[in-house]
């Protein structure tokens, strides 16, 4: 709010230095014709004093196109800085998305690693399962060998 209080206060105290100024060169133009015009012979103080107060015109002249010019310039660093906070913004939001999506991928990676750890310690266990009941099978196939060959020697003798 200061800031733009500040602005209004110096933008018009160049559009009052700016409204001076044309009005001190359009007075010296009316007199620079009047004295053509007029062909008027001054003594040297006077014409001392005009020449210099035409100088100052010009040089008034030259400073109100270099105020013109500062105040393009001041507007297109404006508008730059604008844009240049739209963009950090934007910038921002991406990379918070960006973040974002990182943190969703990391926790379907950890939820599929428990998954994928569940599913190796039950192919485990049912390995295990599958050992011991070969196991018992090659007992019983023992077993029912030796049984076979009692059996054998029974009948033959």
Do not use: C, P, Y
């Amino acid at each position: 709010m200061e800031d733009k209080e500040k602005g209004k206060g110096s933008e018009e105290r160049w559009s009052g230095a700016i409204v001076n100024l044309t009005e001190m060169a359009s007075n010296l133009d009316s007199l620079q014709k009047l004295l053509l015009k007029k062909a008027v012979f001054v003594d040297e103080e006077t014409f001392s004093k005009a020449s210099l107060t035409a100088e100052q015109a010009r040089n008034i002249k030259v400073l109100e196109q270099r105020v013109e010019t500062l105040e393009r310039e001041l507007d297109a660093a404006i508008s730059a800085a604008a844009r240049a906070r739209a963009e950090k913004r934007q910038a921002e939001a991406a990379q918070k998305a960006a973040e974002l999506r990182a943190q969703e991928v990391t926790k379907e990676l950890e939820n599929t690693t428990k998954v994928f750890e569940l599913h190796m310690e039950e192919l485990r266990t049912k390995q295990e399962e599958i050992s011991k009941r070969d196991n018992e099978i090659k007992l019983l196939e023992a077993i029912i060998q030796t049984l076979g060959g009692k059996e054998s020697r029974r009948t033959s003798g």
